[in-house]
């Protein structure tokens, strides 16, 4: 049974960021992951919204998290606070892969463009790529596109493997209205991915 915390003793959730700031730049790995455990999803969600990726969005939060550890000795606190900081590490890591993905693009394009590359097979693997990335890129504008009450219904029975059945328990419409929204998601996407390719 944990003791009952008192004026002296506060609740760990309840200790400020600044003091937790404190105990990161005396070298505290337990105030970092505490420090983590309270701001991680918030940084996840401004990564989130700055690289529009989920996956990236991981890596960089990831990577915040890094730079405040190796950084802790300059750590701020504002306002009680210690997001302003995260959010100023997390701007320059967004940044940094920006920057990264634009070299990568480059590099990429001096391949395909000079012929440089050391195999006609990577050469065609790096074009048939792109070309799915681009299709699946028309493909996602289609979808956005879409009325909500299609999109929904695509989402659920096409990208999430859900049975008619589940769909309309899930949306709370009848399982005809979900095969006839449905059939009309497809029709929409089959013209917008035509136009796409003309």
Do not use: K
């Given at each position: 049974?944990?003791?009952?915390?008192?004026?002296?003793?506060?609740?760990?959730?309840?200790?400020?960021?600044?003091?937790?700031?404190?105990?990161?730049?005396?070298?505290?790995?337990?105030?970092?992951?505490?420090?983590?455990?309270?701001?991680?999803?918030?940084?996840?969600?401004?990564?989130?919204?700055?690289?529009?990726?989920?996956?990236?969005?991981?890596?960089?939060?990831?990577?915040?998290?890094?730079?405040?550890?190796?950084g802790r000795s300059r750590a701020l606190i504002h306002h009680g606070s210690a997001?302003?900081?995260?959010?100023?590490?997390?701007?320059?890591?967004?940044?940094?892969?920006?920057?990264?993905?634009?070299?990568?693009?480059?590099?990429?394009?001096?391949?395909?463009?000079?012929?440089?590359?050391?195999?006609?097979?990577?050469?065609?693997?790096?074009?048939?790529?792109?070309?799915?990335?681009?299709?699946?890129?028309?493909?996602l504008d289609a979808v956005a596109a879409l009325p909500g009450h299609e999109r929904?219904?695509?989402?659920?029975?096409?990208?999430?493997?859900?049975?008619?059945?589940?769909?309309?328990?899930?949306?709370?419409?009848?399982?005809?209205?979900?095969?006839?929204?449905?059939?009309?998601?497809?029709?929409?996407?089959?013209?917008?991915?035509?136009?796409?390719?003309?």
């Open positions: 049974m944990h003791p009952v915390p008192t004026d002296d003793q506060p609740d760990e959730a309840d200790r400020p960021d600044a003091l937790l700031v404190d105990e990161l730049r005396h070298g505290s790995s337990a105030a970092l992951a505490e420090l983590f455990d309270r701001h991680a999803d918030t940084i996840h969600a401004f990564c989130f919204r700055r690289t529009a990726s989920w996956h990236v969005a991981e890596d960089a939060t990831s990577t915040v998290f890094l730079e405040l550890w190796r997001l302003p900081w995260l959010y100023g590490i997390g701007r320059n890591v967004c940044r940094s892969l920006e920057r990264a993905r634009r070299r990568h693009d480059q590099a990429l394009r001096r391949v395909l463009n000079e012929g440089t590359a050391p195999d006609d097979w990577l050469a065609d693997d790096v074009v048939r790529r792109i070309d799915s990335e681009r299709q699946m890129s028309a493909v929904d219904v695509f989402e659920l029975v096409v990208w999430a493997g859900a049975s008619y059945d589940e769909a309309a328990a899930s949306l709370g419409v009848p399982t005809g209205t979900i095969r006839s929204r449905l059939s009309r998601a497809r029709r929409r996407l089959s013209l917008a991915t035509r136009d796409e390719s003309d």
